[in-house]
T-cell receptor, first 116, second 113 residues
Framework: KAGVTQTPRYLIKTRGQQVTLSCSPISGHRSVSWYQQTPGQGLQFLFEYFSETQRNKGNFPGRFSGRQFSNSRSEMNVSTLELGDSALYLCASSLPTGDFAKNIQYFGAGTRLSVL | GDSVTQMEGPVTLSEEAFLTINCTYT??????LFWYVQYPGEGLQLLLKATKADDKGSNKGFEATYRKETTSFHLEKGSVQVSDSAVYFCALPSQGGSEKLVFGKGTKLTVNP
């Protein structure tokens, strides 16, 4: 069974540009979550989508947005990039069982974004 | 709100040494607890979990016991290998009806031969 696939693996952008990252979850998984990982802040939750609806959102500015398609694939977009947006962006998928406390999340390898 | 505190390291050990990485949490009730591991250049993968108090999670020689009295979930391994070099994250599911995980800051482990 294929794992969580994130594309592209690496991106280099300049300040002010926008970027779109893609995540394909494990087949059958309907929940997709996004996290930002930086050396200073660690892993921070961006948002979670389930059945094309955003179910939870972290404390990030409105420049960060996402969406989920009917096949559960998800994209996140960052507009007007800032230097501080340089990070590893991780996507995770899960098969919701109705018990959030026990769902296991499976992570992709991430997209490394560098903003110059 | 929910939070996880873990020793940040870095931790450097010799092969076959004993490993302990401390993790304590703050949460309402008794959430499930997880340890995830991130090898260089990869995403996170679940190492072990415990879903209720006094449970012991184990995998690949690693163990962690859910202690509700001390709100802790310390990770241990009796004899580490070079291949265990990675970053280890303690985590719990956030309250609120979604898949959000709250992570500790991560502990980088380096094992030297």
């Amino acid at each position: 069974k294929a794992g969580v696939t994130q594309t592209p693996r690496y991106l280099i952008k300049t300040r002010g540009q926008q970027v779109t990252l893609s995540c394909s979850p494990i087949s059958g998984h309907r929940s997709v979550s996004w996290y930002q990982q930086t050396p200073g802040q660690g892993l921070q939750f961006l948002f979670e989508y389930f059945s094309e609806t955003q179910r939870n959102k972290g404390n990030f500015p409105g420049r960060f947005s996402g969406r989920q398609f009917s096949n559960s694939r998800s994209e996140m977009n960052v507009s007007t990039l800032e230097l501080g947006d340089s990070a590893l962006y991780l996507c995770a998928s899960s098969l919701p069982t109705g018990d959030f406390a026990k769902n296991i999340q499976y992570f992709g390898a991430g997209t490394r974004l560098s903003v110059l | 709100g929910d939070s996880v505190t873990q020793m940040e390291g870095p931790v450097t050990l010799s092969e076959e040494a004993f490993l302990t990485i401390n993790c304590t949490y703050t949460a309402t009730g008794y959430p499930s607890l997880f340890w995830y591991v991130q090898y260089p250049g990869e995403g996170l993968q679940l190492l072990l979990k415990a879903t209720k108090a006094d449970d012991k999670g184990s995998n690949k020689g690693f163990e962690a016991t859910y202690r509700k009295e001390t709100t802790s979930f310390h990770l241990e391994k009796g004899s580490v290998q070079v291949s265990d070099s990675a970053v280890y994250f303690c985590a719990l599911p956030s309250q609120g009806g979604s898949e959000k995980l709250v992570f500790g800051k991560g502990t980088k482990l380096t094992v030297n031969p």
